[in-house]
């Protein structure tokens, strides 16, 4: 009578070894970098306060502007100027590092004309960086890591 092995070949078990090698290799490169994920957040925050600036100085008729204050550490963050301060704004950053840059400006401004002029901002976060603009007309948008001039 013949006795039977049971287990696995070392082709099955490299086979697998080999599955579970591109398995996370794959997951390794789809997972994010945590500071493009957090400029995302910050773009996103930022670019729904301008429009709801822009929004408030139509309807009132007032001259608002948008500026950052800086990237040192003794002054971080941004500021809305020309509002009443009956409603209280953000003024700081969601995350720490984050610097912001107006391209040709030193204010962004929010109105009061329906029309306001092409507008761009550069986020830097570390290495990396995000673009937002305006045509004047549309709302602010992410235009992506373009480069500023």
Avoid at 70 to 95: E, I, K, Q
């Amino acid at each position: 009578m013949q006795t039977r092995q049971s287990g696995f070949t070392l082709i099955e078990l490299l086979v697998v070894i080999t599955l579970i090698a591109i398995a996370s290799s794959v997951v390794t490169l789809a997972m994010r970098d945590p500071a493009a994920t957090r400029l995302e957040q910050e773009a996103a925050r930022l670019t729904a306060l301008l429009e709801s600036a822009r929004a408030e100085a139509r309807a009132s008729g007032l001259q608002g502007r948008w500026e950052p204050r800086g990237s040192t550490a003794d002054a971080p963050g941004f500021r809305f100027l020309g509002f009443p301060d009956t409603t209280p704004r953000p003024t700081n950053w969601l995350n720490e590092g984050v610097s912001a840059e107006i391209v040709g400006a030193r204010a962004v401004v929010l109105g009061p004309e329906p029309m306001i002029g092409a507008q761009r901002i550069v986020l830097r976060l570390d290495a990396q960086r995000l673009v937002l603009a305006t045509d004047g007309l549309g709302p602010f948008v992410v235009a992506g890591d373009e480069a500023a001039p």
